[in-house]
């Protein structure tokens, strides 16, 4: 079944010492594409992260952003640096003393000294990321990413089959008017002799006959619908097929609107011609809706 190029996966989940947040984001593209955006200090992972998102992922551009952060409670505190606490309580004491102050330092003004406090680090192991948990939520994510791609092109599916059945009726008109091409040319091919010939002129109807032969083969377009009608064929079983396709429809897309133009070009009837516009309307639509299968 077919499959989209565009989808969304997330997934969130709190390890000690961690909060970890996983997106990944695919968007069209010609070729298959990953980048991963994460901390310096995780960049080892980076080739294990891009092997797992891309497991079911042939074509389309593929971002990955995974975010790590402390979770607040990881063993960090703040260092008191006693000796230095001493040597403010000191001096203060002295300024007592030397200017008769009654009031004593206030725990918030000794907060605010200097150097008094700094980060301490946290307890052994508790910075290292575990990677099993790393990768375990970015397996979840990708899953997200596939399954919705995975629904996106089912949606696309049932919107291709749909319009497939209005070319099938277009084949079909145009089918039905082909067989008149050639008769409506000699109609108009006589009338035109003898509005420029003499009244009394005898027509060589041998002639006629084998100029309208000659003219009736250069304005068939059975060779084109039939190969349309073939193209049509291969289009509907590939949006079957377990491989990525994407490209091999845009390519058929490509060769059926080079039939419909030459129709177009040997339409003589208002019915054919207003059957070629239909036509190309809705490959036009078929084309859009192709770009963004796998």
């Not at 490509?254 to 019915?271: D, F, L, P, W």
Request: with cysteine; hydrophobic share 40%.
């Amino acid at each position: 079944m077919i499959r989209s190029m565009t989808g969304f996966g997330q997934s969130n989940r709190k390890i000690p010492g961690f909060r970890l947040q996983v997106e990944v984001r695919s968007v069209n593209h010609r070729y298959a594409e990953t980048a991963v955006r994460i901390n310096r200090e995780w960049l080892s992972l980076e080739d294990s992260i891009k092997k797992c998102v891309t497991r079911d992922i042939k074509r389309g551009r593929t971002d990955v952003y995974i975010a790590v952060e402390p979770d607040g409670q990881s063993g960090k505190k703040l260092v008191i640096d006693w000796d230095l606490a001493s040597a403010y309580m000191e001096a203060a004491g002295q300024l007592k003393a030397k200017f008769g102050l009654k009031d004593e330092p206030q725990l918030v003004e000794l907060l605010k000294l200097p150097e008094l406090l700094h980060p301490g680090e946290s307890a052994e192991g508790e910075t290292a990321l575990p990677e099993q948990e790393l990768m375990a939520c970015v397996e979840e994510a990708a899953a997200q990413l596939t399954a919705m791609r995975g629904t996106e092109g089912a949606h696309l599916h049932e919107d291709l089959i749909r319009r497939l059945a209005v070319l099938d009726g277009h084949l079909a008109a145009m089918k039905a008017i082909a067989p008149e091409v050639a008769e409506d040319y000699r109609r108009k091919l006589a009338a035109r002799i003898q509005e420029l010939l003499p009244q009394d002129t005898v027509i060589d109807t041998g002639r006629l006959e084998q100029e309208t032969a000659l003219m009736a083969d250069r304005c068939s377009i059975d060779e084109e619908l039939t190969r349309l009608a073939s193209h049509m064929a291969q289009f509907a079983g590939l949006l079957e097929a377990e491989e990525p396709v994407g490209r091999k429809l845009d390519f058929l897309i490509q060769e059926m609107n080079r039939e419909v133009n030459t129709i177009g070009s040997k339409a003589n009837r208002y019915e054919l011609s207003k059957l070629v516009v239909e036509l190309k309307a809705e490959l036009e639509k078929i084309r859009e809706q192709v770009q963004n299968i796998e």
